[in-house]
């Protein structure tokens, strides 16, 4: 992951966004216990706010149903401002049995309005800091995934399924698990072959192509590929163009850095 990509994670403190006191503070959860990212949307309503108006109005729902303030760990709004909640350390309240390995993040819409490319850069770019933060790749998961509940709604639930992909940051296929070698037999298809042959072009083997890339694993693929692995400083039997863990764990980084 590149280091741009962290830096533009710029959070908005309780102090900036004038969070009132924890009413009873909640109790305090090691990085080493997160294991999982939860996605949330603010209900069956669409939501105009921005600013430290979003966290505010969710500060006034959460205190008013008796918790001790903002029960996500982080809140966005449609700009791609993120908002501390109950941030890294503090234990959530926004999904039962899930609220000490879960990082809740709420992105302010609802209803069917559609999320922001903004709000979804910065969710994403979130998790991949809490990633880095926890040592570990954390479940991307929407609020339905830990409890019977319409949230995130459908439009941010897709998208969670679909791995979180944002454009432009080089991370659309972030990080696919290796599918196993057999996934790259020449002549065969397999999803995998496509991610495959998406990360070879980010990362600048594109020339290889002259149509595709496509699920189908051809001799394009398996030159593209021992070219990258060629300009990993590899030789021999590390360079026959079939995809290994190493590889994929390498393709799938950011391009570029
Ligand atoms: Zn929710």
Excluded at 89 to 101: E, K, V, Y
Aim: aromatic share 10%; with cysteine; charged share 20%.
């Amino acid at each position: 992951m590149t280091k741009e990509f962290f830096l533009s994670i710029n959070i908005v403190s309780r102090s900036a966004w004038g969070a009132k006191p924890w009413n009873g503070t909640p109790d305090t959860v090691p990085l080493s216990e997160r294991t999982e990212y939860f996605v949330h949307y603010d209900g069956g309503d669409p939501v105009s706010r921005t600013g430290s108006s979003v966290p505010q109005a969710i500060e006034r729902t959460h205190r008013a149903q008796g918790w001790s303030g903002i029960g996500y760990n982080f809140a966005i709004d449609q700009n791609g401002v993120i908002y501390e909640g109950r941030g890294w350390t503090l234990q959530g309240a926004h999904c039962p049995d899930h609220n000490r390995s879960g990082i809740g993040v709420q992105i302010a819409i609802g209803g069917d309005q559609a999320p922001s490319e903004a709000a979804l850069r910065s969710a994403r770019a979130l998790y991949n800091e809490a990633c880095r933060r926890t040592g570990r790749s954390l479940a991307k998961k929407g609020h339905k995934d830990g409890f019977a509940t319409e949230c995130p709604g459908p439009r941010l639930y897709s998208w969670v399924k679909a791995g979180m992909p944002v454009s432009g940051t080089g991370i659309d296929n972030g990080d696919t698990p290796f599918p196993g070698r057999g996934a790259f037999v020449l002549g065969k298809t397999h999803p995998a072959v496509t991610a495959l042959g998406k990360r070879l072009v980010a990362h600048g083997f594109g020339r290889f192509y002259k149509e595709g890339p496509g699920p189908r694993f051809t001799e394009a693929d398996r030159s593209a590929t021992a070219a990258f692995q060629r300009a990993q400083g590899w030789s021999g039997s590390d360079t026959d163009g079939y995809p290994g863990p190493t590889t994929w764990s390498r393709l799938m980084a950011p391009a570029g850095r």
